[in-house]
Every structure is written in C-alpha cells, then in structure tokens.
C-alpha cells in the first residue's frame, strides 16, 4: 500500500506541472481535464486512447459504487436483523432491490445541471470519508483489545488452510489490485487544480494538496487494513462494515454504512458527469441544429413548479444509469470488480501518460540515464497491472460461478 501510495503522490506531481503549457508556472495555455493535458503534450492520437481509458474507468467506478452501495444498505439491514434476533439469525436480503433504488435515486441526481459542481457535495464526502473510516479502525481496535491478543501473522494464511499455493497467489494479486483502486485520485488531479487561483503557482499549491491528501488518505487506509487482521486474522472480512466481523454496537455500524450511502450517492455524480459532458458535447458538436439536443420540453413538477427538461439528457442520462445498474447486478462481486478495476486503472492513468507528459514537456533524451529509468518504471507498472487484472478476473470468474 505505501508502495501504491508513492506512486500516486509521484504521479501526481507530474500531472500538476502539465496544468500549464509549455511552462509549468507561466505557461500561458491551461489544461482544464487530463485529456486536454495528454492532447497539448502528446498528440490527439494518445488522448483518444486516453479518453477511452479513463471514461471506461469512470464508468467501471459508478458500476463499483452501485454494488458498494447495495451492498452498505443491506448490512443496514442485517445489522439490525442480527441486533433483534440473535447473531445465529438467518439474516439474509437481496441486493437486486438496493441496487435498483440507487439506481432511481441517480436518474434523478443526473438531470440536476451541474450537481456534481455544488459547493457543499466536497465537503459532505470528505465528513463522510473521515467518518466511517474513523469507525472502521475504531471497531477494528476495540475488537483486538477485546480478544486479547493481535491474530494474523507476517506469512499471511496458513498453511493449515484448504487453499492451494496457487489459490494464495491469485488472492494476493486480487488483493493488489483492490489496493490500487484505492488510488483512483490521478484522473481529477487537473479539474481539481483548475479551481486553483493562479497566486501561489497552481502547480505548487496542488502538490501540497497532493502529498497532504495521499499521506492522510493512505494513514486511514493503512489503519483500516492492519487493525482488521490484527482483529480477525486471516478471516478478516473483505468490508469491515458489511462482512460482520463486528455485530455491536448495531447502531454505530448502521451509521457508518449510512455514511458510506452518503458518500457514494454523491461520488457517482462526480464520476459520470465527466462522461455526459463527453457524449452530449459531441452529439451537440455532430447536430448543433436538432430540437432533441437543443432543446427542452416544459413539464411541471409537484411542489417545484414548471420546469425545461432536455430530452437527449433524459434518455441518455437514464439509459447511462440503467447499463451501470445492469452490470453491477449482473456481478455484484465487491472485491473482484474493485481489483479489475484497479489494475486497468494503474498503469495508464497513473503511471503511463504521466510519465510520458513529463518526458514529451522536459524535451528527455531518449536512451539517456533519466529516460531508461522512467521506462523501466512504466514497464514495471504494466507487469502490476497485468499480473493484478488476471488475478482479478480469475476471482471474478471463480466467484460468480458459485
């Protein structure tokens, strides 16, 4: 995880000097979203590719997010159920019915102009994050000085277990790559900083906010993750808050998974919106005369009054939310899509276009020292990013057929 970390906070030092073009400090051009930086740095060819790559990202979230979502509404559920009748109680619900009310809830989210951009929707996340995470390692720490001692062990499982040393290998590159979704912060680094007013340089101020976020967010992270096995070993839950590793205090764990709700009702607006910008930017770029893309039907709504919905949004928009909804029922496998996700995610977007940004901006030699270092680097990546994918779809396989 520290490794994963490094390599975030490092990339995103290079991503905030591409802000500015040609100079990071006074360059006179600004790079408001990754893919403008890739165009200005790389080409158009490359920032095609890399369109691709991070909206298939973006849309892989909001698919995560969807089962995440479900799956904190249904230990909601079963945390309460377990609370009334016993923890030997058959508590079991659906995911089907949570996924599809996260799914209405976001039809509706998606018609509000611009709700990703509302002041507060930073704000609510960040309490929200900080808040179950707080409750994460909280429980995970008054769990190990209940039992007594610290489970779990440096070697990992043991080898008194059923599981094969290649079984081991495959949960420990799905584990890989669960850690590298943890990082998907390298995509937003140049919305976030165009926010940034321009004294001190942007660049600057950005990797402060960079190393302040990464170290903050890996602490928690590490937190979480070292007090749940020093609480339950090798049967720590993949969720410390939905895999009931902890029954008590109930209503704490409902509270940190109505956090989670929260958060995550929110974070989908800000991964899909990037991806409605696309594709109705170039629909009105393609027919900048159509009634259906221009404009709006008057409807009244109760309690709102008279409003204009636009069509192509409406049914673009619901037909976007629908597909994301499909798929997560379809795989509704928590860590297995995280680490699919993650290792897809990792060399492009955090190690690859980076890296060659800086080497395209500072003019590297090639076959110099400083070249060959940043190749080997980048080749190393796409070996993590390979080796993690499998691992993650040979569980995502596995798992869904049982």
């Known amino acids: 995880m520290v490794v994963f970390s490094l390599v975030t906070l490092y990339s995103t030092f290079l991503i905030s000097d591409c802000y500015r073009f040609p100079d990071p400090v006074s360059g006179p051009n600004r790079n408001c979203c990754y893919r403008d930086a890739v165009r200005v740095n790389l080409g158009a060819r490359r920032a095609w590719l890399c369109g691709l790559v991070q909206y298939a990202s973006f849309y892989g979230i909001c698919v995560a997010y969807t089962v995440t979502t479900s799956i904190s509404v249904r230990a909601i559920r079963r945390s309460n ?17 949570y996924m599809i009310l996260f799914g209405v809830i976001q039809v509706i989210l998606c018609q509000i102009p611009n709700f990703h951009k509302l002041w507060g929707l930073s704000i609510i996340a960040a309490a929200m994050s900080f808040t179950y995470a707080t409750v994460g390692f ?28 290649a079984q081991k290998v495959w949960r420990m590159l799905q584990g890989l790559g669960d850690i590298a979704f943890a990082f998907p912060y390298t995509s937003i680094v140049l919305e976030i900083q ?10 600057i101020t950005m ?68 991806i409605f910008a696309c594709v109705e930017g170039w629909f009105s770029h393609t027919w900048p005369d159509n009634k259906f893309i221009k404009e709006g039907i008057p409807i009244r709504i109760p309690f709102c009054g008279r409003c204009r919905v636009n069509l192509l949004r409406l049914c673009w928009r619901t037909a976007f939310v629908v597909s994301t909804t499909g798929i997560a029922i379809i795989f509704p496998l928590f860590n297995d899509v995280l680490g699919i996700l993650g290792a897809l995610n990792f060399w492009p977007l955090v190690v690859y276009f980076p890296v060659e940004m800086y ?30 994918a499998a691992g993650s779809l040979e569980g995502l396989v596995k798992d869904k057929g049982t």
């Open 81 to 97: 159920c377990f609370h009334k009748y016993g923890h030997d109680a058959s508590c079991h619900f659906p995911d089907l019915t």
């Open 194 to 203: 165009d926010t940034l007013k321009s004294t001190p340089p942007e660049n």
């Open 207 to 274: 990797k402060k906010a960079n190393l302040l976020s990464v170290s903050i967010t890996t602490t928690f992270y590490m937190l979480c993750a070292f007090l749940g096995y020093a609480a339950f070993g090798e049967n720590a839950p993949g969720n410390l808050l939905t895999g009931f590793g902890f029954y008590e205090p109930y209503w704490l764990i409902d509270f940190a998974n109505a956090c989670i709700v929260v958060h995550l009702v929110g974070a989908y607006q800000v991964y899909c919106q990037p």
């Open 138 to 165: 909280g429980l995970g720490m008054a769990k190990v000085i209940e039992n007594g001692e610290i489970k779990g062990n440096l070697g990992g499982i043991s080898a008194s277990t059923s599981l094969t040393q």
């Open 359 to 388: 080497i395209a901006q500072n003019r590297v030699p090639r076959w110099t020292i400083k070249w060959s270092i940043f190749q080997i680097f980048s080749f190393i990546s796409l070996l993590i990013t390979v080796i993690t």
